[in-house]
C-alpha cells in the first residue's frame, strides 16, 4: 500500500458544480497536511494547509479525518479555471526518518 | 522577489554525460529539495538538505548527487546520464525549521537523456 494515495481521475465536471476528492495516508502519526494545486506542465503550488479544525479560503474547504485516515478538499461553485490536477501532501516525523509525501494527484477538469 | 529559481530550463544529454542543476532560493529558507515527477508517479524525492553542508539522501537518490554549500543554492549533478532519469526536475524550499511547513517549488528542469 501506498503511504499516500489519491484517486487519479479524472473528476469531469460541469462548471458552477460542487467537486470533493480524498486523499488517504498510511501514517497514523503524521502530522502536516496540504493541498497543492499543479498546471500542465508547470510547477505544484500551494493551495492550502490541512488544518484540525478544517479550513476554509473561498471556494475551497479542507478537512482533516484523523479516524479514518483521510484529508479532503472540496472545491464549491466550480470554474473553467479549477482544472488542474490537485497533489495533497502528508508529513510524517520529527526524527531523522522524518518526511514528507506528495500523492500522485487527482486530475479535474471542470467542462462549460 | 524571484522565489525559487531553477537552471536550465530544458536540457538533453547523451548517455554517460554528466551535468548539474541549480537552484537558488532568495527567501532565506533552511530545507530545501529535488523532486523528479514522471508520468504516473507523482512527485520522488531524490535527496533534500536541512540546511548549509548538509544532504540527506530521499526515495530514490541512485544515480544523483547534491551538494548544498551556500545556504541560498542546492546542485543537482548526474554524473554519467541515464535515458531512465528522462524527467521532470523540481526543487523546493521550506522555511519550516522541522521540515514540516509548505515547500515552494521552481519551475522544474526539463531533461531529456537520448
Known amino acids: 500500500r501506498k503511504e499516500v494515495e489519491q484517486d487519479p481521475g479524472p473528476f469531469n465536471v460541469p462548471e458552477g458544480a460542487t467537486v470533493a476528492f480524498n486523499c488517504t495516508y498510511s501514517?497514523?502519526?503524521?502530522?502536516?497536511f496540504f493541498w497543492y494545486r499543479q498546471d500542465c506542465r508547470k510547477e505544484p503550488k500551494l493551495l492550502m494547509s490541512?488544518?484540525?479544525s478544517g479550513n476554509e479560503d473561498g471556494r475551497f474547504t479542507a478537512q482533516l479525518n484523523r479516524a479514518s485516515q483521510y484529508i479532503s478538499l472540496l472545491i464549491r461553485d466550480s470554474k473553467l479555471s479549477d482544472s488542474a490536477t490537485y497533489l495533497c501532501?502528508?508529513?510524517?516525523?520529527?526524527?531523522?526518518?522524518?518526511?514528507?509525501?506528495f500523492g500522485s494527484g487527482t486530475r479535474l477538469s471542470i467542462r462549460p | 522577489n524571484a522565489g525559487v529559481t531553477q537552471t536550465p530550463k530544458f536540457r538533453v544529454l547523451k548517455t554517460g554525460q554528466s551535468m548539474t542543476l541549480l537552484c537558488a532560493q532568495d527567501?532565506?529558507?533552511?530545507?530545501m529539495y529535488w523532486y523528479r515527477q514522471d508520468p504516473g508517479m507523482g512527485l520522488r524525492l531524490i535527496h533534500y538538505?536541512?540546511?548549509?553542508?548538509?544532504?540527506a539522501k530521499g526515495e530514490v537518490p541512485d544515480g544523483y548527487n547534491v551538494s548544498r554549500l551556500k545556504k541560498q543554492n542546492f546542485l543537482l549533478g548526474l554524473e554519467s546520464a541515464a535515458p531512465s532519469q528522462t524527467s521532470v526536475y523540481f526543487c523546493?524550499?521550506?522555511?519550516?525549521?522541522?521540515?514540516?511547513?509548505?515547500?515552494?517549488f521552481g519551475d522544474g528542469t526539463r531533461l531529456s537523456i537520448l
Open positions: 538538505s536541512v540546511g548549509e553542508g548538509t544532504t
Open positions: 501532501a502528508v508529513f510524517s516525523g520529527y526524527s531523522s526518518a522524518s518526511k514528507i509525501i
Open positions: 490541512v488544518y484540525s
Open positions: 501514517n497514523s502519526a503524521s502530522q502536516s
Open positions: 527567501m532565506n529558507h533552511e530545507y
Open positions: 523546493a524550499s521550506s522555511y519550516s525549521s522541522t521540515g514540516d511547513g509548505p515547500q515552494h
